[in-house]
């Protein structure tokens, strides 16, 4: 039987017997769990995974105590970076964001389109949801890492992407997404619903984007991140064979 699993953001260098603090909401979830103090937790830190014991417990808060840490690592063999297209339609990001952590992306940058036409005010104000939303998928699907989700850039910024392999999906490339991966970090984007310009994609293509597709069919912008990192892992050996 799996342990109750936590995400908590705590900075501090973990070692046995270390005391750490979890949240208000947290608490509230050990509380309907009817668990006190001695009980089994998993704690998922930036660090990677612990094995701790429920310290203490009150109204609205709870100490954990780190016992070991857990060797076990469900992470990706390359690290995987989604830069992906935000919207107009914010809300499809609550919808695709599981799926991004559940498949494995390590980091997930939001990427302004000239067709993504979003409110800047308004996704300020939903990274937080967003952060809510990747901390508890993390927990969902037991990754070992809590992928890094940053402040929203110009596509321009995708031009000087510090990694060599990347990948740009447009409708009218001629390659396709498969197992010839290079073992090495990978980014990947995809555009807005109407897609990536022309302009766009030949200044994404100079910079040494590699244009793939995903198959005869054109994907909406909120199944393609997906379909991506499913190739990729099946690529990666990650999945198994149907």
């Excluded at 039987?1 to 953001?9: D, E, T």
């Excluded at 006190?36 to 808060?61: I, V």
Aim: aromatic content about 6%.
């Amino acid at each position: 039987m799996s342990l109750p699993r936590f995400v908590v953001p705590w900075t501090e260098s973990p070692a046995e017997n270390a005391l750490v603090p979890l949240g208000p909401e947290q608490a509230r979830h050990l509380g309907v769990l009817r668990l006190g103090p001695g009980a089994a937790l998993e704690l998922l830190l930036p660090s990677g995974p612990w094995r701790a014991d429920l310290a203490e417990t009150g109204k609205g808060r709870a100490t954990a105590r780190l016992v070991a840490p857990l060797g076990e690592d469900r992470e990706p063999p390359i690290p995987l970076h989604a830069c992906l297209p935000l919207t107009a339609q914010l809300s499809l990001w609550d919808d695709w964001l599981p799926g991004v952590v559940e498949l494995g992306a390590t980091l997930i940058q939001p990427v302004l389109y000239a067709r993504s036409e979003p409110d800047i005010r308004r996704i300020e104000a939903r990274m937080e949801r967003w952060e809510r939303i990747v901390v508890g998928a993390c927990e969902q699907s037991h990754r070992t890492r809590i992928p890094e989700l940053r402040s929203p850039v110009p596509f321009r910024a995708l031009l000087e992407w510090p990694i060599p392999q990347r990948w740009v999906a447009y409708e009218l490339a001629t390659g396709q997404a498969n197992p010839a991966l290079k073992p090495e970090p990978l980014a990947f984007t995809h555009g807005p619903e109407g897609g990536i310009t022309e302009g766009e994609f030949e200044a994404l293509a100079a910079a040494g984007w590699q244009p793939v597709t995903l198959g005869r069919s054109i994907l909406r912008a909120a199944t393609c991140p997906s379909a991506l990192l499913g190739a990729v892992q099946y690529a990666l050996g990650s999945l198994p064979s149907p």
